[in-house]
């Protein structure tokens, strides 16, 4: 077993440099940020954002760093507050190992532009944070989720399933999403030039900041779904600015955070911890590249069976009030994710699958727009809602064991209408399908064009795309501000 894992974290992230990138791990890190800052400028729009720009105005400090989408200035903590609260707002985020890039990318980005980095600076620190959250996720063994035969059952589930990276998905699920925290710190002392000893004292600061796992609580707990969600990623981010910053001022953390039998894992709520399957082929294989983007402002869970609706929908050129019927086939975890009929926030859309199922039946812009307070009280929307129901892809787990290729979403619908039955399906690799750079930046401006003109959303395209010849980041962040 490895010993000082944290050492030797600390060490890849301090000896990785630029040209130590894969081209295509760079290149990757640009479309996520891209696809990040886009939806933090559409998050700003909707009721946890919105909060979330209050509190960090109000919290105020030293103007030294952005918040995106606005014109003010303040401490590199609070930005990274807001930031991270911002990009997961409308759940539109990619998926990086789980909501990696809300954790990771605030506390990289308020570093970056308080200092004057490069572009490449922000593409290696974030890669190199993306990669943390990846290798930490790797090692962590959770506590196994108990289910009965019988709601096994339910959820289509008649084995433990086990990702292209070794883990059980329904022990990550048990876990939670604060454990990111030691990619946002490994992000951030990069960005500050941090030598093996100040980044291992972070490391260990942020150890003992991270927020207990949420995600088991959260994904168990019936309707109004919190705002916290499976975690605070803008907390978090906060926390990790925090922790660099006090390694910076000769803060001591605890150095040997995660090693011994009270060492993170333990304190993480895990039943084993397993370091050498963490650091395997570090530097050599990119875990990154195995993230994927939404088409949708909602869950993972339900994005495979949304995309059928939608195809079902535009082949048969049918309209709302032909659909008599709709059986959603989704994955399993959402089938038991309990909601009261109330729609209470726009947090509960993201995961309602009948509401979404309704906004995409009527044609609403795809986006923020799915998640106003007008879309939520359209008596039309509401109506609809009653016309879907919600099961788990038949025999996923089967699937999911034998073709994981990163996060399965793989779904189905049944559609009743004109006096037939439409079916349509998408398999195990739909969420695994690169989307263009096209689609990217085009999913970028209809969620940046609700707050900056049309020529600053060219602008910031055009910077995001060519980071790597950025001189400043703060050139960046004039092109994603008012």
Not at 16 to 34: D, M, R, S, Y
Request: net charge neutral.
């Amino acid at each position: 077993m490895a010993r000082n894992f944290g050492q030797k974290l600390a060490n890849f992230v301090v000896e990785t440099g630029f040209q130590n990138l894969p081209e295509a791990v760079w290149q990757e890190v640009k479309h996520l940020l891209l696809d990040s800052i886009g939806c933090a400028l559409a998050g700003g729009t909707c009721d946890k954002g919105r909060i979330s720009l209050a509190l960090a105005r109000r919290s105020g400090g030293v103007p030294e760093s952005s918040i995106i989408g606005v014109p003010d200035k303040i401490s590199s903590n609070h930005a990274a507050l807001a930031n991270g609260e911002l990009i997961n707002a409308l759940d539109y985020d990619p998926i990086v190992v789980g909501h990696a890039p809300g954790f990771v990318i605030p506390p990289v980005l308020v570093l970056a532009e308080s200092v004057g980095a490069s572009g490449g600076e922000l593409l290696t620190s974030t890669a190199l944070g993306f990669e943390i959250a990846y290798r930490i996720t790797r090692a962590l063994i959770p506590r196994k989720i108990d289910v009965d035969p019988e709601t096994a059952a339910e959820m289509g589930l008649d084995r433990v399933a086990l990702n292209r990276y070794g883990m059980d998905i329904w022990r990550v699920l048990a876990s939670g999403q604060s454990k990111f925290i030691f990619g946002g710190t490994a992000g951030a002392g990069k960005i500050l030039k941090f030598g093996e000893k100040e980044m291992l004292h972070a490391l260990g600061i942020a150890g003992h900041f991270c927020p207990v796992p949420t995600t088991r609580k959260w994904d168990s707990t019936n309707s109004p779904i919190a705002m916290t969600k499976y975690g605070s990623a803008g907390f978090t981010s906060m926390a990790a600015v925090t922790s660099v910053q006090l390694a910076q001022m000769g803060y001591l953390g605890d150095t040997t955070v995660f090693d011994g039998e009270y060492g993170f894992w333990r304190m993480y709520s895990c039943d084993k911890w397993d370091p050498d399957n963490a650091l395997e082929k570090i530097g050599e294989d990119w875990l990154i590249l195995g993230c994927s983007y939404k088409k949708y402002p909602c869950v993972q869970a339900m994005q495979g069976a949304l995309h059928a609706f939608i195809r079902v929908i535009e082949k048969n050129k049918l309209v709302p009030e032909e659909i008599q019927g709709v059986k959603a086939f989704v994955q399993p975890a959402l089938t038991h994710l309990v909601l009261g009929e109330e729609l209470a926030s726009h947090i509960d859309l993201q995961f309602n699958v009948p509401y979404c199922f309704a906004c995409a039946a009527y044609g609403i812009p795809i986006g923020a727009d799915w998640q106003t307070q007008d879309t939520m009280h359209n008596p039309r929307i509401l109506e609809f809602m009653k016309k879907v129901s919600k099961e788990a892809v038949p025999d996923y787990d089967g699937k999911v064991g034998k073709e994981w290729k990163g996060h399965s979403d793989s779904g189905a619908v049944e559609v009743v209408a004109k006096g037939k039955i439409f079916k349509e399906e998408t398999d195990y690799a739909f969420a695994s399908r690169r989307p263009t750079e096209e689609e990217l930046v085009t999913k970028f401006k209809q969620n940046a064009q609700r707050v900056l003109s049309r020529k600053k959303v060219d602008e910031a395209v055009k910077c995001l795309l060519d980071l790597e010849s950025l001189k400043n980041v703060k050139e960046l962040m004039v092109r994603v501000t008012l």
